[in-house]
DNA sequence: TAATTTTACGCAAACGCTTGACTTATTATT
DNA sequence: AATAATAAGTCAAGCGTTTGCGTAAAATTA
């Protein structure tokens, strides 16, 4: 068993000729001669021999590598995510560092040490729930570490940005809803300070308003996506003066407690009350009452897009070392679109 | 806004002393007096000085990476068992290079080359469904790169592995459905070849045996998870001469099939026909007819206890560099557990 | 006070690779 | 035939750290 892997010294010293040599003759460099060339890669294939990347890496100051940090994989939005990711990074010959935050801000800051540590070239995040102080990403700048945040994305100025607007597909959801037959629709958001809950009830007033139907503020409940606040919510919902005939909740987590509240009502679900949702569970349609129908957000095409930004973001960056760059910001808005469950 | 990052050259040059004396100063090296150490530790702080990774890493030829490659993170088993992964890596110093092979064999190769550019210190490993030719494992010997098999581990010998043994769990299961009273117990198994198959066989047959019951083949079928093929069994299964009263599938996907099949042929889930299954789904309880209980693997811990393996693997390594450490393999079983869900 | 130990530090090599600058043959140009 | 241009290499610096070894100066011992 070789106890030192072979390197380009070794194959020099084997063909006795000098190390940049063999360096050029490996990456076809034009000033090397053909039989030097031939003679060189066939030693280098003969030795196994592989270039030690740690070496490359050190030398030109990159690692190829990009780190990653959302909160949570096993949420599938994110694991999907990161299937985008990876198959973008791969295809660039990039890396993946992975660190999931859990949700917690500390967590969060100490990825961004590891990774800093690290020296990825760059980073993609989507932030905790609880981040609402953004030093930690802005001390990323001295390190010339780009970032481009997707899905949850702080609300500060000049960074990039890949999400998903979902305040087309909650149109289309409520216009879905309406062209049933229903005109009395409730809807359960969000936490109210998420944007992703703000963007959802714009998307219900705008398809209200479009169609000129009143918005009734009293059919908006939000909740901070606890069971019992969605429970209370519903309950809420079902025995107020208007009450809906249909309900859009904020994601499949709050519509299977919904459905589960509105069936401790003694409500048929999809006859007294229909639901709609915000997909985030790839098996939505094994549970007990599926909603009809379901926002979707794309995350495989997020992450995707997230890394190529990013991907372009570091050649623009080895390209031209000007300032320019910095002064421009990608801010790459998806659509989301109402997928229509079968049997409807 | 600085263009280069400082150095332990730039510590040692503003300080008038050798870049020797800088870097044993930071590594609080005895040999160093209290005085310089506390002005280079107090320039070091001022400059906001970090060690330059990607030298050490090269320098040390280590890169504190460890790379994970398993088939599928929206599966809840591996996204669960990547956040022990993680959790032990990160206590340890070591960052995690993620890749999915999608369970692809081809994929797989490829990652593992990656990997091995990339130069991880070790590997953890869930082979992808595919697998069958060990040859790109058995290549990183050559690197010295250590791999830890979790899970979906190859049948080959001398590998380090940890796995969880689904027999005790099998025969939990199966006594619990005899003590409610069921005496003719179907099961609807995974493909014929899978380790996992197997062992949830080997649990039926022992639980059966040891309580004086006979065998009945006819009784266990195998499926290939397709949706066809579950409910074909569960068909089968249920028009049979001896129709069970309870059914034991192989995970709650195929539980989720089976009972679809059997409600589509009038029986009362939980009443005419009971399931058990293994826990794969988080939200299961989630769905019209959860199992009555599920047997539990323990990714989280799998995963936990696969990388404290890798992590003792890497430390012997640099203790000792002897053959002795090649000849004993650590095959870690932990123990799966059959839960019973609520309201049973 | 001389000899010895200890303390505190500097020198320089090494890790493997890339690359700008320089050198020496060889071939082409006038 | 002298000069210029090209081809094919070599040299050596540099990337940032760590670390074995050497060595003054200070402290201890005899």
Known sequence: MKKTLPTIKEIAKQLNISIST?????????SIGLRTKTRVQELAKQLQYEPNQTAIFFQQGKTFTIGVILPELSEAFFSSAISGIEDAAHKSGYTVLLGQSHDSVDKEKQLIETMKKHRVDGLLISISKNTNNYEHFEALQRYNI?????????????????????????VQAINFLLKKGH????????????????????????????????????????SDLTKESVCAATEKLLT?????????????????DAVQQARKMKLKINKDICFVSYANLPISHYTAYPPMASVEQFPYQQGQKATETLIDLLQ???????????????????ESQLVIHEGV
Do not use: W
């Open 22 to 30: 063999v360096s050029r003759a490996l990456h076809d460099h034009p």
């Open 316 to 334: 623009r960056k080895t390209n031209a070392d000007n300032e320019a760059i910095n002064t421009t910001y990608y801010k790459i808005i998806l």
């Open 183 to 222: 005109r009395i629709i409730g809807m359960i958001n969000g936490p109210e300070k998420l944007p992703a809950t703000k963007e959802r009830l714009d998307g219900y007033i705008q398809a209200m308003i479009k169609s000129r139907l009143k918005y009734d503020a009293g059919l908006v409940l939000n």
């Open 240 to 256: 107020g003066k208007r009450k809906p005939t249909a309900i859009v909740t904020f994601n499949d987590y709050v519509a299977m």
């Open 146 to 170: 780009p970032i481009v945040f997707f899905d949850r994305i702080p609300k500060i100025p000049n960074i990039h940005y890949v999400a998903c607007n979902m305040i087309n597909g909650t």
